[in-house]
Each structure stands twice: as C-alpha cells, then as structure tokens.
C-alpha cells in the first residue's frame, strides 16, 4: 500500500513561517508530480503549489514570493516551506501525489493524498 505521510503543521503568529513535510511510502515506482492542496472552513479545497519530479513548479497566486514549494526524490518527500503567514493562510493542508506505482510485474499511475494537517495563523 501507499500513504502520504505529513508533519510540521501547527500554530504560528502572522509573520512567521512553518516547513510542511509530506513523505510517500510503499510500492513506488516513481513520481511523476506531488504537491500541496489547502481548505480553508466553508470553502473549495485550492492548490497551494505544485512540483514535477523534474523540478517545475506553480503557485496560487495568494502564496506566490512567500511559500516555496521543493522536493527530495530519494526519500520520496515534497516540502512546503511558508514564510510572511497570515490569517487568511489558516487551513489545512493536504499533501497530493500523482505516482507510477507497481502492480505485480508491471506499473500504472495513481493519485494519493495525505491525511491533512492544520496550519494555523493567529495572534
């Protein structure tokens, strides 16, 4: 099986920054994409940032020159660094993974998510 597994949410005061770690186990065979997902009480879920295993990146235009979106390959885990938070960055997070996974003695592509973690932005 495959999960995502995510850390580093919390509680921050406005200005401050956070690092969100999401780490994907089980039988992977590559990443094609991950990214990060946020949802905030009584609205859509949106996209934060989005990786490439070749190292392209996007952002919502709300996160753009404060958050930084980077990965690791070799342990298979995306990071999402948040600087300048703010209160209307509160939400949770949700770690999403677009993987090539095995299946037997072939392999075939899949979309995962984590369990989300709440980011929380207050004085």
């Known amino acids: 099986q495959v999960q995502l597994v995510e850390s580093g949410g919390g509680l921050v005061q406005p200005g401050g920054s956070l690092r969100l770690s999401c780490a994907a186990s089980g039988s992977i065979f590559s990443i094609r994409t991950m990214g990060w997902y946020r949802q905030a009480p009584g609205k859509q879920r949106e996209l934060v940032a989005h990786i490439t295993s070749g190292g392209s990146t996007n952002y919502a235009d709300s996160v753009k020159g404060r958050f930084t979106i980077s990965r690791d390959n070799a342990k298979n885990t995306v990071y999402l660094q948040m600087n300048s938070l703010q209160p209307e960055d509160t939400a949770v997070y949700y770690c999403?993974?677009?993987?090539?996974?095995?299946?037997?003695?072939?392999?075939?592509?899949?979309?995962?998510w984590g369990q989300g973690t709440q980011v929380t932005v207050s004085s």
């Open positions: 999403n993974a677009d993987l090539i996974v095995y299946r037997g003695s072939s392999y075939g592509t899949n979309i995962y």
